[in-house]
């Protein structure tokens, strides 16, 4: 059995991470940005942030939901569940999550097997699959038959016209206006 993993110490005044009362209540974290010539070069989630939106993602919290409360895109949560390497550094090790984030975490969103999370990961992609929408297409583009060499069909006149109203009909017109 390996050896917890001690994380960094997690300082609340410089953290923008937000906390689990944030998930409760739908909050959005305030984010505090330390201006520096390097402020383009800085992620947007540090390894905390990274570790909580797999936690609560593996929990059935939305990717929406986790990028508003935390003050990111949704492209940058799911980088963030992809834990895919970004230029030369290494992607996160899943299984040191819970050591990076606050203890409060374990006890709202206690760890899940691999199997039971595969399983509800499963469950909300077929969920958020986009569903098929109808479309209509229009004339010129539906694949018809070309109408060529069609005669028009001959329609007598007096086939079209109604017969004249009867006089005696209570439904005619009066004729006295």
Request: charged content about 30%.
């Amino acid at each position: 059995m390996p050896t917890p993993f001690k994380g960094p110490k997690i300082h609340p005044e410089d953290c923008n991470n937000p906390t689990c009362e944030h998930f409760a209540r739908n909050r959005p974290v305030e984010k505090h940005f330390v201006i520096s010539p390097r402020l383009f070069d800085q992620r947007c989630l540090d390894r905390a942030g990274r570790a909580i939106c797999r936690i609560v993602y593996a929990h059935g919290v939305k990717i929406e939901t986790i990028a508003h409360i935390s003050c990111v895109s949704d492209d940058t949560v799911r980088r963030a569940l992809q834990n895919k390497p970004r230029f030369d550094e290494q992607p996160d090790t899943i299984e040191n999550d819970y050591a990076y984030v606050d203890p409060e975490y374990s006890v709202q969103y206690p760890p899940i097997s691999s199997h039971q999370s595969h399983g509800r990961h499963a469950r909300r992609k077929a969920e958020e699959k986009p569903k098929k929408v109808k479309t209509i297409i229009h004339a010129t583009q539906a694949d018809t038959k070309p109408r060529i060499n069609r005669e028009p069909s001959i329609i007598d006149p007096s086939e079209d016209t109604p017969p004249p109203p009867n006089k005696l009909d209570a439904r005619s017109p009066s004729p006295c206006h």
